[in-house]
């Protein structure tokens, strides 16, 4: 099996001015360049933009290219040391599962972790490191999640593919997670972004391991160079170049010798 590049949106903007023509251009790049991706949906931005969210879905809901998944109503955190109560948690997520249900016709079952800026205090090591974290999980579990970061202390969620069977969730997959663009387009100069990129692609490479990469809706629309996701086709091409196999996250869940 070849080493698998994990493309993902964090797809959280619910200002139609802002982010007016992004899905079309999503569509028609992808398509193009056969890139696949998972766009993980904030329930907020859903049904802020539920008109943009219903085209964009019935475009694409039978090309494999494509996965949409969740990340939560509000953009709240799960995994940390000061985050709310469980309950609070599962509200949330429950209503953002309602928009997936009532705009796309069908539940997620994959969830990316949201940063939270750190008011809920500094991020877990992982669900096995506290009794809420644990509880956190099996929250997630009750409402279908068979999708998660690879969230265990003894991983390196950047690198690795896991199951929580250890927490009582064989069935849920771990999935590796890192790179924000938040971090290495939003901040820097582009083409220092670009080559932190291609330096984290070889030394992934160079070890064998899988390739994560974490995008955001409004990021790669309004703060790139273009709005022809250039940067996008590049990085796909290079990880293409090492050897990587581009995947969605659905397609390695649906292959469970990635991770069980």
């Given at each position: 099996m070849k080493n698998i590049f994990l493309l993902r949106y964090d797809t959280e903007r619910g200002d139609q001015d802002e982010m007016g023509g992004f899905f079309d251009k999503i569509i028609a790049v992808h398509r193009e360049e056969e890139i696949p991706a998972?766009?993980?949906?904030?329930?907020?931005?859903?049904?802020?933009?539920?008109?943009?969210?219903?085209?964009?879905f019935d475009d694409l809901k039978d090309d494999p290219l494509f996965d949409i998944q969740d990340h939560s109503y509000s953009h709240i955190g799960i995994g940390y040391a000061d985050g709310m109560d469980v309950d609070?948690?599962?509200?949330?997520?429950?209503?953002?599962?309602?928009?997936?249900e009532r705009v796309f016709g069908r539940l997620p079952i994959g969830v990316a972790i949201c940063g939270t800026g750190g008011e809920d205090g500094e991020r877990l090591n992982g669900f096995d490191e506290t009794e809420k974290g644990r509880q956190e999980l099996?929250?997630?579990?009750?409402?279908?999640?068979?999708?998660?970061?690879?969230?265990?202390?003894?991983?390196?969620?950047?690198?690795?593919?896991?199951?929580?069977?250890?927490l009582g969730h064989p069935d849920i997959m771990g999935f590796p997670s890192g790179y924000s663009d938040t971090d290495w387009l939003l901040r820097k100069d582009y083409n220092d972004g670009m080559d932190f990129v291609y330096s984290k692609i070889n030394e992934?490479?160079?070890t064998?391991?899988?390739?994560?990469?974490?995008?955001?809706?409004w990021v790669?629309?309004?703060?790139?160079?273009?709005?022809?996701?250039t940067h996008v086709k590049k990085i796909a091409d290079y990880a293409r170049k090492k050897g990587y196999?581009?995947?969605?996250?659905?397609?390695?869940?649906?292959?469970?010798?990635?991770?069980?």
């Amino acid at each position: 099996m070849k080493n698998i590049f994990l493309l993902r949106y964090d797809t959280e903007r619910g200002d139609q001015d802002e982010m007016g023509g992004f899905f079309d251009k999503i569509i028609a790049v992808h398509r193009e360049e056969e890139i696949p991706a998972t766009f993980f949906c904030t329930g907020s931005a859903i049904e802020d933009r539920e008109s943009d969210f219903k085209h964009f879905f019935d475009d694409l809901k039978d090309d494999p290219l494509f996965d949409i998944q969740d990340h939560s109503y509000s953009h709240i955190g799960i995994g940390y040391a000061d985050g709310m109560d469980v309950d609070d948690l599962k509200a949330d997520y429950q209503r953002s599962f309602d928009a997936h249900e009532r705009v796309f016709g069908r539940l997620p079952i994959g969830v990316a972790i949201c940063g939270t800026g750190g008011e809920d205090g500094e991020r877990l090591n992982g669900f096995d490191e506290t009794e809420k974290g644990r509880q956190e999980l099996n929250m997630l579990a009750d409402l279908g999640v068979r999708m998660i970061n690879s969230h265990l202390v003894d991983l390196d969620e950047a690198t690795q593919f896991c199951n929580f069977a250890a927490l009582g969730h064989p069935d849920i997959m771990g999935f590796p997670s890192g790179y924000s663009d938040t971090d290495w387009l939003l901040r820097k100069d582009y083409n220092d972004g670009m080559d932190f990129v291609y330096s984290k692609i070889n030394e992934h490479a160079e070890t064998s391991v899988p390739m994560p990469l974490m995008l955001h809706d409004w990021v790669t629309w309004s703060h790139a160079p273009d709005k022809e996701l250039t940067h996008v086709k590049k990085i796909a091409d290079y990880a293409r170049k090492k050897g990587y196999e581009l995947k969605t996250h659905l397609s390695c869940y649906q292959s469970p010798t990635i991770w069980k």
